[in-house]
């Protein structure tokens, strides 16, 4: 059953609507005993009989999952290495990229800092001594070199995305005081390059935290400066030899500000941007959500999450969000041009299991659909299955 938000903040009334679209179910694209004790952090799409899934099926065990549009297998990874998978994108069967760590086999897990986690997922990461590209050219991966980080850090890929081109959004932290330092990169003929944001209004140092984009000439990088004492997000767009800087709209204030929490692309020049409190915990304060057309910003009914997970557009141009409503599993809401729907998970695994989480989105190109990539888990999270659902495609 699918039904409309209508509240502006959490705990919302819902009442049900009957359109065609909304009574599409969500259909479960693996089943949980095919995914035992995986977490799938990240999904990708070049057409329906070319999805892929990426994550863990234990600590430095990385896993990636191919459907060819009749079956689901396991795809090697190309090398004996340790490595944990994070980020996946697919622009064609043949220019597939992975993002990940490579970790140290025997080391203790490391915290991740709160900045940097994701609600619904683990609060830990392997041990790691650098951080991982590999691109597949449809008979062999070949790795994009990282540098190593220095003794006391971790290596951490944020965000990733491959439109004509790599970017990066890597954030390494100390293990010890949790100190970040994020940064954009763009991989050229000569290796990664780091590209400086603008500064803040005042001068301050933007910490970019999402990537998106259409091509090369239309990226866009999600951010957040310190004003004031308080956080507040900003968003960049390249568009192939220098950048533009756009405020993002404001809202009702908060104590600490807010940041940066999603971005989808929406054809060149037009992007969807999401702002959370700045907070590490449940604040019931909606999230804002913008579409920039180019020339101004149009604001968003307040979200029905305070933080989402994943944002996308289907193969439609629908809006879609993940999040939690309340505490167990993952609800999905999708904007239909002037209110937000609520559609849940695929009842053959919530009713197995206590919890979930989507972690990433991926349209299908040639479709309407929208695929989904994260995990189902039991109460203590000693039990995971990943997660792959779609909506649309069958």
């Known amino acids: 059953m699918k039904t409309l938000i209508t509240g502006a903040v959490l705990g919302l009334a819902l009442t049900t609507t009957g359109t065609a679209y909304a009574d599409v179910p969500w259909a479960l694209e693996q089943p949980l005993d095919s995914a035992s004790q995986r977490i799938y952090d990240d999904v990708a799409a070049s057409g329906p009989g070319d999805i892929w899934v990426a994550g863990q099926e234990a600590p430095g065990v990385g896993v990636l999952s191919h459907w060819d549009g009749t079956k689901w297998a396991d795809v090697p990874l190309g090398s004996a290495d340790s490595v944990e998978l994070s980020?996946?994108?697919?622009?064609?069967?043949?220019?597939?990229?992975?993002?990940?760590?490579?970790?140290?086999?025997g080391k203790a897990a490391v915290r991740l800092p709160d900045q940097l986690r994701t609600p619904g997922a683990s609060a830990v990461t392997a041990a790691a001594e650098t951080s991982l590209v590999r691109h597949w050219d449809g008979a062999t991966w070949t790795d994009l070199k990282?540098?190593?980080?220095?003794?006391?850090?971790q290596p951490y890929i944020a965000d990733f995305k491959v439109a004509g081109e790599a970017w990066l959004i890597s954030d390494d932290f100390n293990t010890t005081t949790f100190e970040t330092k994020p940064?954009?990169?763009?991989?050229?003929?000569?290796?990664?390059?780091?590209?400086?944001?603008?500064?803040?209004?005042?001068?301050?140092?933007?910490?970019?935290?999402r990537v998106d984009g259409t091509g090369p000439s239309d990226i866009w990088v999600g951010g957040d400066y310190q004003q004031d004492g308080k956080a507040v997000p900003v968003l960049n767009h390249w568009d192939g030899a220098k950048w533009q800087q756009i405020p993002m709209p404001g809202g009702r204030d908060y104590p600490s500000g807010w940041i940066f929490n999603a971005l989808a692309a929406d054809g060149p020049g037009a992007v969807y941007a999401v702002a959370r409190p700045n907070a590490f915990n449940p604040t019931g304060i909606p999230v804002r959500i913008a579409r920039w057309d180019g020339r101004e910003w149009m604001q968003l009914a307040d979200g029905p999450f305070d933080e989402v997970n994943a944002v996308a557009l289907d193969g439609a141009g629908t809006l879609w969000t993940a999040g939690w409503i309340e505490a167990g599993h993952t609800y999905l809401a999708r904007w239909t041009g002037t209110e937000w729907y609520k559609d849940v998970l695929p009842e053959e695994a919530t009713a197995k299991t206590d919890g979930s989480a989507v972690l990433g989105f991926a349209a299908v190109p040639g479709t309407q659909a929208l695929v989904t990539a994260g995990l189902f888990s039991n109460a203590d999270f000693s039990r995971t299955w990943g997660m792959v659902a779609s909506h649309g495609l069958r």
Do not use: F, H, I, Y
């Open 146 to 153: 990282r540098p190593d980080v220095p003794e006391g850090w």
């Open 183 to 209: 940064k954009v990169e763009r991989l050229t003929a000569t290796g990664w390059q780091e590209m400086t944001l603008p500064p803040g209004p005042a001068g301050q140092k933007v910490d970019p935290s």
């Open 87 to 105: 980020k996946v994108e697919a622009p064609a069967a043949n220019d597939v990229w992975v993002a990940g760590t490579k970790t140290k086999p």
